[in-house]
């Protein structure tokens, strides 16, 4: 969208990520090369957001003939687990990019202590023992300058033996900082002085037990970009303010210096997308894990129903960002309705079973030919039974229609899809007024659905056949937050008081016509008339358990048309 349409030719034009990179190429620097990396950090599960900065950093490398790596930023050992390590992984390829080397910043360790004994060798790190708030109140504000560390003057000698023993292990955890010694008045926070290790006697995924002090992410990052040959540095904007860091440790090591340019992040309308957000969605229970169907994470998506091309598709839609915006929902649930249109095969499905009985059908079954897809015509055709006895929707049969309801009611005909007219003669009620059964006869002569003699019918509902239907489960989602930004709640409330309380609705004993009956985990159909559903984990012993991907309504196809009149 905005800053990557297409011009009057109709020749996509460049974003301006990519307008860097064809001028550094044609500059030859780098020797034209281009090597980008996508840097998580292994403290949680990727949501849509990381999806957005994999499509670009795998994108660019692709577009370019270049390489994409995938570093795992591992430098906080509190946060940090292999099960994020492998769920990354696993998201990574499930959206279809494969790295060409996987890194983690933790194998940089012992170089980057080299570098840091280096920095304090010329006089350009010095270890600190200010408390946390000494610190903070040394920092000064943007407004104010700061104030020197007494331990800024600290000999070489003394620096080293401190940074040394702090490595051994001879401090506790927070009792001392190495720190940079950059300007302490500078009117970029970040250059006051920032912190390059602290100690934290906790053990690592990786290096166990080896290392008690841990790098800061703005002292590893950079460095790790350097090491690995990036040319291409593409991180959120609010590093933009890092960028004088990034860009000093580089030149005062003298090391290969990569370019970081800064985008502005994908933010989605009633979505929260921060991994520690998520995380306490998941520990406080409000969701069933990582991965349900309703989290906005690549693994909570992905169980949903939506693909891998429907993401892609969806992160080049909206293109790259230099100013933060909110992308609204409905364009990500049009990018999947698209998809499935063209793949998912269609099936009669119901959740609100009514049954209804054809007193003139006699007691035999008959295949009827369904089609598979009308959008493809090689996903060819089916056979779903018919017989006496069927369902229809609830909602499909109305005992004192409106005045535009065209489905089944006393004395109305209706089609059954791929099957006959049939016209409502009675029905029967409970004590309780509830309906329990329609009767209607039915017109042989309509065999497909088609009229006999040009007699027309407004409605056509779906159906399955009682004697041969299957049980299934459907899970049915609402969004998981009523606020358009999340984020947005009164003063001492929380995030979490704009969840949604009724996001999830479990339907149990829906009808399924028989081809559902063992169907793949995470394959996807479209319900005719109710949404795209796909295959949950959770089915077993021939119980399957149907999510809906998205309903059939496409709000943005709408809110597109608007905006073209
Ligand atoms: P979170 O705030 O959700 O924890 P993060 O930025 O801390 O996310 P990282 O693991 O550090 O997560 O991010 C890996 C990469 O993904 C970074 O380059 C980061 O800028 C990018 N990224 C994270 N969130 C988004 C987003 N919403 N949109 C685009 N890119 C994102
Ligand atoms: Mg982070």
């Known amino acids: 969208m905005q800053e990557n349409t297409t011009n009057v030719n109709n020749k996509p034009t460049l974003n301006f990520i990519e307008e860097i990179v064809e001028t550094d190429i044609q500059n030859s620097k780098n020797g034209s090369r281009v090597h980008t990396r996508f840097p998580p950090e292994p403290n949680g599960y990727l949501h849509i957001g990381h999806a957005k900065s994999i499509c670009l950093n795998f994108g660019l490398a692709k577009k370019y003939n ?46 980057l202590y ?46 080293i033996d401190l940074f040394t023993r702090m490595r051994n ?35 690592h995924h990786r290096t166990g037990n080896k290392w008690c002090i841990y790098p800061m992410y703005d002292y590893a990052h950079g460095q790790s ?10 991180c959120t904007l609010e590093f933009e303010v890092h960028r004088p860091l990034y860009d000093w440790f580089i030149k005062t090591l003298e090391i290969h210096a990569p370019q970081q340019i800064e985008f502005a992040r994908l933010n989605i309308s009633y979505t929260l997308m921060s991994k520690r957000k998520l ?70 499905t119901v959740l609100n079973p009514l049954k209804v009985v054809i007193d003139n059908y006699p ?42 309801y065209f489905r089944l009611s006393p004395g109305n005909e209706v089609r059954l899809r791929y099957a006959y007219f049939i016209k409502c003669e009675s029905f029967v009620k409970d004590e309780n007024g509830e309906i329990t059964e329609v009767h209607c006869s039915y017109d042989p002569a309509s065999r497909g659905g088609n009229s006999p003699d040009g007699r ?28 358009y930004d999340p ?42 008339r109710l949404g795209y559903f796909c295959v949950d984990q959770d089915s077993k012993d021939g119980k399957m358990v149907f999510n809906r991907t998205v309903s059939l309504k496409d709000s943005w196809a709408k809110i597109e048309k608007k905006e073209e009149k």
């Not at 000494?134 to 600290?154: H, V």
């Not at 970009?225 to 593409?234: A, Y």
């Not at 035999?364 to 039974?385: C, F, H, L, Q, Y």
């Open 66 to 111: 270049g390489k994409c790596n995938l570093r795992f930023d591992d430098t906080n050992p509190t946060k940090e687990d292999v099960e994020y390590v492998d769920s990354i992984r696993e998201d990574v390829k499930w959206l279809g990019f494969n790295w060409d080397g996987e890194y983690y910043a933790s194998d940089y360790f012992e170089q």
């Open 456 to 483: 027309k019918v407004k409605g056509t509902i779906h159906w399955v056949s009682a004697q041969h239907a299957v049980d299934i489960e459907v899970r049915l989602f609402e969004r998981l937050f009523n606020a």
């Open 225 to 234: 970009d350097s090491i690995e040959g990036i040319t291409h540095s593409i």
């Open 279 to 348: 995380l306490e969605l998941v520990n406080e229970k409000y969701v069933s894990g990582w991965d349900d169907p309703r989290m906005p994470t690549i693994c909570g998506i992905r169980r949903r129903g939506y693909t891998p091309e429907s993401l892609r598709n969806f992160a080049e839609l909206i293109g790259v960002a230099k100013r933060d915006n909110v992308i609204d929902i409905a364009l990500l649930e049009h990018c999947i309705r698209e998809d499935l249109n063209k793949k998912a095969m269609r099936v009669m």
């Open 114 to 159: 080299e570098w840091a004994i280096q920095l304090i060798k010329i006089g350009k790190a010095y270890v600190c023992d200010l408390t946390q708030e000494q610190m903070s109140a040394y920092r000064g504000t943007p407004t104010k300058p700061g104030t020197e560390s007494p331990y800024r003057s600290r000999s070489i000698d003394e620096n």
């Open 487 to 528: 984020e947005n709640y009164p003063e001492g409330g929380s995030y979490k008081d704009n969840l949604n309380p009724d996001s999830l609705k479990v339907i149990n004993n829906c009808k399924a016509e028989p081809y559902l009956k063992n169907v793949a985990v995470l394959s996807s159909y479209q319900f005719e």
């Open 169 to 203: 292990g001879e401090f506790p955890d927070g009792s001392r900082v190495l720190r940079a010694k950059v300007d302490m008045s500078s009117p970029i926070m970040h250059m006051r002085d920032p912190i390059l290790y602290r100690i934290i006697h906790t053990d």
């Open 363 to 404: 007691d035999t079954t008959e295949e009827m030919d369904a089609i598979n897809n009308p959008e493809d015509e090689t996903a060819g055709s089916r056979k779903v039974p018919f017989s006496k006895v069927i369902y229809i929707e609830r909602d499909d049969f109305m005992e004192e229609p409106s005045k535009k």
